[in-house]
């Protein structure tokens, strides 16, 4: 059978096998259509079925969370936790508290996790869980409420050598630090089963700073093999969370300006360049909306709605929101306003067609799995840390992410070179996580 129609076959199987779940679709299509010529030299692979148990993860949970609001009234969430692929070491992934959070978003998470943990070099198998409860307006009693009652059903599941969660979308310190307290309290265990955790107990300096910076780290070599830095550059940055507020910073510190951020109601633009002091204030001890930037700094605009973030003119797009926040329209309004560079910081924020336009016009793109894998790179130290019962300083921490991103922006580019699609970032970073991966499983035996 070539590569072509297994390829075929397995994706037909996947659509018919995991029904309306159109994020982990595209997420496996992407992956599935880089590896062709992976199959193509590695016959051993279709032999062995590699594609068809990859695409199937190992084990899935699904249950209620039962808590209650400071009203009294009962309510009830779902909670997930997806265990993907476990060869390269205990599953590894984010916690994603988000009210469209279903099973096909945590199962395109979980599949891209498994590349990607493989890409730091560090041992990690993939995963990912969350809830569809949604923390934006719930007081502080009740998201611990909440984390309580998800952490009494998932402590079932995991643990320090099988299973260890971390932080995504809506889950922080605040919910890491709910989570953790849960599980030691009834397994009466105080171990490294959470990452992000909080400097006094148990937590890695530069973990908060890890996704952001790594983003900016792989990109600043990509940059530096085409001749070009940071410095100058006009950045535009989506999203306010973590992963936008910590590229925003180390973009400034590289000396580039960032001139945009939004969330999920709209956008600001600030020509002078952000203020991070002020974004920090509003969204890390307010909690409050990004609009309320624009009434500390009068040069900045507010444009509600999102989409058109990406028609402010900037040299290089950083997009660090939410999964296909940037389709083929913003690529090309990018395209033609001159940016030559976009480095995914959120999971998969490009749709297909979106990477389709900046791949035929030559932008320099570097997909999420390798982008933003500088989080869970910085987790897995955490780990590391954890069972030394020794913290490492900020300098050393940050050391390590350097290198790792650099070491992933080579095999990323050794990979594309290899299969013959140099300077294809997409396929290098799909070849590169899978052939890892696929080398451990066959060592596995059938599993
Ligand atoms: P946060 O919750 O800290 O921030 C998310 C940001 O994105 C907020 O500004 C939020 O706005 C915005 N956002 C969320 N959903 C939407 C939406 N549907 N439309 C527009 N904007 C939206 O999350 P993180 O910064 O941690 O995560 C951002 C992305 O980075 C995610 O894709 C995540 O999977 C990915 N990532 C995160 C890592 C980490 O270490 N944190 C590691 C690797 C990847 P609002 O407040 O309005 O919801």
Redesign the pocket.
């Given at each position: 059978m070539s590569a072509d129609s297994v390829v075929k076959s397995v994706f037909e199987q996947v659509l018919r096998r995991n029904p309306g779940e159109v994020e982990f679709h595209q997420a496996v299509k992407e992956v599935l259509e880089s590896l062709k010529p992976v199959l193509e030299k590695n016959p051993q692979y279709v032999e062995k079925k590699l594609i068809e148990r990859i695409v199937e993860p190992e084990r899935v949970f699904m249950f209620r969370v039962p808590w209650q609001d400071d009203k009294g009234n009962y309510q009830v969430n779902r909670g997930f936790r997806v265990q993907f692929n476990s060869a390269l070491g205990p599953y590894k992934g984010?916690l994603?508290f988000?009210p469209?959070v279903y099973l096909g978003i945590v199962k395109f998470?979980g599949f891209e996790q498994i590349f990607k943990n493989s890409l730091t070099g560090l041992m990690m198998g993939g995963g990912k869980g969350g809830s569809d409860f949604d923390p934006?307006g719930k007081s502080d009693d009740e998201v611990m409420r909440f984390c309580q009652s998800f952490m009494t059903e998932l402590c079932k599941y995991i643990g320090p050598d099988t299973d260890v969660p971390a932080?995504?979308?809506?889950v922080?310190g605040r919910e890491v630090g709910y989570m953790f307290g849960q599980y030691k309290r009834i397994r009466n265990e105080f171990t490294g089963v959470l990452t992000g955790k909080g400097l006094e107990w148990g937590g890695s300096l530069a973990r908060t700073e890890?996704?952001g910076y790594g983003l900016v780290y792989i990109m600043q070599e990509a940059l530096k093999a085409v001749g070009k830095s940071f410095k100058g550059l006009e950045v535009s940055v989506s999203?306010?969370?973590?992963?936008?507020i910590y590229a925003t910073q180390k973009v400034q510190q590289l000396g580039g300006k960032v001139i945009t951020l939004?969330?999920?109601?709209g956008y600001i633009y600030d020509p002078d360049g952000i203020n991070l002091d002020t974004v920090k204030q509003i969204k890390e001890v307010e909690r409050k909306r990004i609009k309320e930037y624009v009434n500390i700094h009068k040069n900045a605009k507010y444009t509600e709605g999102?989409n058109g973030i990406w028609t402010v003119k900037c040299d290089v797009a950083l997009p660090?929101?939410?999964?296909n926040?940037l389709d083929a329209e913003a690529a090309n309004a990018l395209v033609k306003n001159g940016c030559f560079a976009a480095g995914e910081?959120?999971?998969m924020?490009t749709t297909p067609e979106g990477i389709d336009v900046f791949q035929k016009n030559k932008v320099l793109f570097i997909p999420?799995k390798a982008a933003?894998a500088g989080?869970?790179a910085v987790s897995g130290l955490e780990m590391a840390q954890n069972s030394q019962r020794i913290p490492w300083t900020f300098e050393k921490t940050d050391s390590e992410l350097q290198t790792i991103m650099v070491n992933i922006y080579k095999s990323i580019s050794e990979a594309a070179q290899e299969y013959g699609c140099a300077g294809d970032f997409v396929a290098g970073a799909n070849i590169a996580g899978f052939l890892k991966v696929a080398k451990a499983m066959t060592a596995h035996g059938l599993v």
């Open positions: 984010g994603r988000h469209s998470l934006k932080g995504d979308i809506g922080g890890a996704t999203g306010s969370g973590n992963v936008a939004s969330d999920s109601n999102c660090c929101a939410t999964q926040e910081g959120a999971n924020p999420g933003n989080g869970v």
